[in-house]
């Protein structure tokens, strides 16, 4: 038997996460619009902004305009995509394929301004 001491008790997951498709990280804005659906691509426009109001300065990370994680509720799957270009400086495309009905943890990080930031956000799958 192993016993720990001096620790926490294990964080509580949530029964449902809900559909947060707009988070901020400090001062930058991310936002995912799109309808999501199982076992076909569907395609979401992620947009960035301040709540300053001040314009975003994307620019590339690790070679990707920004990172997408995507987790299911369960944690039974990791979906990372990458948003494609559309022309404009503070948008891109995104494609994925969503494995099953339910809710998925969604992180997108990009660097603004020569931050890194991460924007904590869910999205329900009908
Ligand atoms: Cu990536």
């Known amino acids: 038997m192993v016993t720990i001491g001096f620790g926490r008790a294990e964080n509580i997951i949530p029964t449902?996460?809900?559909?947060?498709?707009?988070?901020t990280d400090d001062i930058s804005i991310a936002n995912i619009l799109?309808?999501?659906?199982?076992?076909?691509?569907?395609?979401?426009m992620v947009k960035f902004s301040r709540?300053?109001?001040t314009n975003v300065e994307i620019t590339d990370y690790?070679?990707?305009?920004?990172?997408?994680?995507?987790?299911?509720?369960?944690?039974?799957?990791?979906?990372?995509?990458?948003?494609?270009?559309?022309?404009?400086?503070?948008?891109?495309?995104?494609?994925?394929?969503?494995?099953?009905?339910?809710?998925?943890?969604v992180w997108i990080q990009f660097l603004d301004g020569g931050k890194l930031r991460t924007t904590p956000l869910s999205i329900k799958v009908n």
């Open 16 to 23: 449902s996460l809900g559909d947060v498709r707009k988070a």
């Open 34 to 44: 799109g309808k999501a659906k199982t076992n076909s691509s569907a395609m979401f």
């Open 51 to 53: 709540t300053d109001g």
């Open 62 to 105: 690790l070679g990707a305009f920004a990172h997408v994680v995507i987790v299911p509720l369960d944690g039974s799957a990791i979906i990372h995509a990458h948003p494609m270009p559309t022309g404009k400086s503070d948008e891109g495309m995104l494609q994925v394929t969503f494995p099953k009905v339910g809710d998925y943890r």
